[in-house]
């Protein structure tokens, strides 16, 4: 599964920079592509402008989706994500410091695969990034995504 | 009241009425008089009647009955009469062809021619007629020749006088029988049977030439002593009954038999034929006639008469009318003096029976007027002149308390009130000096005295009554005490109504419809800026006193009120005479007569000007604070939103920066280590535990804000199991602690399970805090029996560290903490927390407690 690149929307430094070295210290490998605003998830995931040439249908291992973002909303890119047929079973997990009720409720309500919530403790956010990478890439038995046609 | 108004001057006048008849004034009615009278008059009228038919009839009959008697005497008298008559013409004539008398005559005349000669024959002839007068009682027998000589005569016989001479020449020269009266005095009369003698035996010659008789005897009787008898003899006595004999003499009528009421001796009564009694001429007539007549006295009498044919004489017996009526009128006297007995007899019966009668209406009445007295509503008394009761009822007994023995001749006075009887005494001489003053005149009102002595208000009516016994007066008395009574709430309840219209302002009216007047009570005159009691109200007036703009508006209520009967409802506006415009509210309702017309209007005006502009201020005042809470609303909604984007901020940014302070302090101590101190490293950490309770107050700060701001959904939740389900969640987080947890059933309540949830998690986590430092410790969740309200009460207790009661109000204060850090972790939000839940839930939160004794937080839902 480490062919697998990990899509990280995250448009905090501080978070960004945090959660690769969860990942890292949870000795996960797989290729981590960040997208600082909701407009570049955007584009990588329907492979447009910089990403254009991209196979839209080859899937990240898992989409770790901040809400908070700039341009798009993180809840925005999810309603694309699930709008469009090439990635609407696509894995998405909104990570994120918020725990209000609404941004839940929507959240789940647009289709996410999971809620977590990025704890203030480094050892707890190590933990929650460990868990979430064994889940995903190991655990779970990841959709098949649509062919291509 | 009315009836019994109008009893007392009926009542007056039964009394009076009464007592004029138990006087006599009246009695009876004319009409049963005159039916006394009418059937009186009836019967006398019924048996006079039948008794004078009775009489008429028995009268007649008695008058037929006299008048056959008197024919039957007649009848037989004249029979007797004619049969003397014949027989002594018979036994005349007879002897007149006795041989004797012949052979006498023939010798007579042959002596003749030898004149002076007496001869031997004519001495025998003188024998045969003494015989003769001998035999038949002749007073006289004679023999006259052809010449009317007196041949021979019986011895002792009266002497020939020349009437004798006379009749025998007429004898002679006719050839006939005939019979002559004699004398003048009926005592004194001959009858003579006067005879021709032929010389043949008898008058057998008649069928040859009448031969010329050879002379006549007369043969004289005295009829006093052989017809009269017959005649005058009575075979019934009689007083006046008597039969008389008539003839006629020339030109008169002789009444030639002795007559009973003429004294013997007297000579004949003699009339001439126009005036001679009726009965003597119809018996000279032939006239067998039975009539009532006057005799000859001039006096009425019963008469038959009877015709004698032999001697043309008549017969006429008759009786004194007096006599023969005597046993009539003695009879009808019998009769008068019965028919006056009955007469007395019918009036004595009819008299009693009106008595009787008079007696019985007399004592109905009576017992009626008892009875109408007797139960008069009112005290009735009646006094005489001088004041002293001579008639009281039972009213009187049970209102003034005496026994009636007791009233009677006590002074009416006596039944009045001290300050009263002057007054009473003045009217009472009034009415008992001027009897010509007959109405009662007005009531007068004193004070009645009970015989024990109360008081009490009475209404007297007098009239006074004509009597024998001089004037009565008649007293009704009626307690008024009741009205009295009426009367005074009538006026206290009229003095608080106006008092509460004054109060209301609010006036009433009444319109007199078809007159037009309407009467408009004190406090709508005030309403109307008049004076109290003003001047009458018409339409037209009171329409003057309307806003011009609101006329319309009452004239349209007013005619739809009049023509549809609809009672209206309005407010309208008046003018005042000084000019103010003063609001006001109208009702208004018309009553009916029947036949739909409207007779009468009623309403209210009400004066709501201060009403008008209190809701006018508080309509205002409304708008404006509606307007101050929109503008509130819209700030507050800008508020929530603007919390609402600060808690998501917060809930994303504020977070942030603490995990970098807290992730690269990490970092710092996992890749520098060798670098830091451990000084360093210290402070490193310290950093690193701040942010982390940064982060935990903000999760705390914007959980307590969530709470505030969630929705709700009520629904049944069972606390008891909430409760479990939360005590092994703690139990499970720390296994090793030994603690007691006593749990009640059956905490079942209204509310949102999410909330209340959380509201007994802090409340529980909280005893399971406070309970750690505490060997045995006890945590208790339960239900108290009831509040004063009936509400349930729960509660949470512990042993553990408790409280000072002084700080208990800082205890659900948020961020407020009793405990410092060091000792119990917790930012102070999850009593807080409860509190707001409880608060949400519309109950209440308060806590006891003891410093090292434990705390007991008690909750309402």
Partial sequence: ??????????????????????????????????????????????????????EVTNWPAVVLLDLKLPKVGGLEVL????????????????????REEQDMMEGYNSGVNS??????????????????????????????????T | MKPIRMLVPFSVRAVKSFAQRLIGRRGLHAGESRAYILAFALGVVTLGGFLAYQTASSYRKEMDNWKARQSSVADDRAQMVSAWLNERQASAELSSTRPSLLAALRAYYSSARHPGRPTGELASLVEVLDQMAKVYGYAGVFVVDCEARLVAQSNDSLALTPILGEISANVIRTGATRIDLLGNVPSGMLISFSVPVFPEAGPAAASGPPTKPLGAALLVLDATRTLFPLVTRESVPTRSGETVLVRREGNDIVFFSPLRHVRAGSPNLRFPLPSAPFPARAALEGHEAS??????????????TRHIPLTGWGLVRKIDRAEALEDFQRMA???????????????????????????????????????????????????????????ANLQTERQFGYPRAELLGQSIEALMAEPSRAEYRERFHRHSSNFSYQHSGPCMTPLGRRKDASEFPIEVLMTPLESPEGILLISAIRDITVRKQAEEMLRKSEASLEEAQRMAHLGNWEWDVVSDRAWWSDEMCRIFGLNPGSSTHTLESSMNCMHSEDRALVENALKEALEGGKPYNIDYRIIRPDGSERVVHGQGEILFAEGHKPVRMVGTVQDITERKQA??????????????????????????RELEAFAYSVSHDLRAPLRAIDGFGQVLLEDYREKLDAEGQGYLRRVRAASQRMAQLIDDMLSLSRITRQEMLREPVDLSALARSIASRLQAQQPERNLE??????????GDRRLLEVMLENLLSNAWKFTRKQPHARIEFGKECT??????????????????????DKLFGAFQRLHAQGDFEGTGVGLATAQRIIHRHGGRIWARGEVDKGATFYFTL
């Fill in chain 1, 79 to 98: 309603k694309r994500i699930r709008a469009d047929e090439r990635t609407r079973s696509m894995p998405v997990v909104i990570v994120t410091s918020s």
């Fill in chain 2, 741 to 750: 947890l006593m749990i009640a059933d059956d905490a079942v309540v209204e």
């Fill in chain 1, 1 to 54: 599964m480490t062919d697998k690149v990990i899509l990280l929307v995250e448009d905090n430094p501080d978070d960004e920079a945090l959660t690769l070295r969860a990942l890292k210290k949870n000795n996960i490998l797989n290729e981590v592509v960040v997208a600082r605003d909701g407009a570049e998830a955007l584009d990588y995931v329907f492979a447009t402008n910089q990403y254009t040439g991209r």
């Fill in chain 1, 115 to 148: 809620y977590v919530r990025k704890p203030v403790d480094f050892g707890q956010f190590v933990e929650a990034v460990k868990q979430i990478g064994l889940y995903w890439l190991l655990l779970n038995e990841p959709p098949i995504p649509p062919r291509r």
């Fill in chain 2, 787 to 808: 509040e004063g309200d009936g509400k349930a009460v729960y509660f949470v207790r512990d042993n553990g560290a408790g409280f000072d009661m002084a700080y208990a």
């Fill in chain 2, 291 to 304: 009539v009532e007549a006057t005799d000859y006295r001039g006096v009425p009498v019963l008469t038959a």
């Fill in chain 2, 333 to 391: 006297i019998v009769e008068g003096l019965a028919a006056g007995l009955l007469v007395l007899l019918l009036g004595g019966i009819l008299a009693f029976h009106r008595r009787h009668v008079l007696t019985r209406v007399l004592r109905q009445e009576g017992e009626r007027f008892r009875s109408l007295l007797e139960s008069a509503p009112d005290s009735m008394v009646v006094a005489d002149s001088q004041g002293r009761i001579v008639l």
């Fill in chain 2, 615 to 640: 809701e006018e201020e508080i309509r205002r005042l409304n708008a404006e604070l509606e307007q101050r809470v929109i503008e509130r609303t819209t700030e507050l909604a800008a508020a929530n």
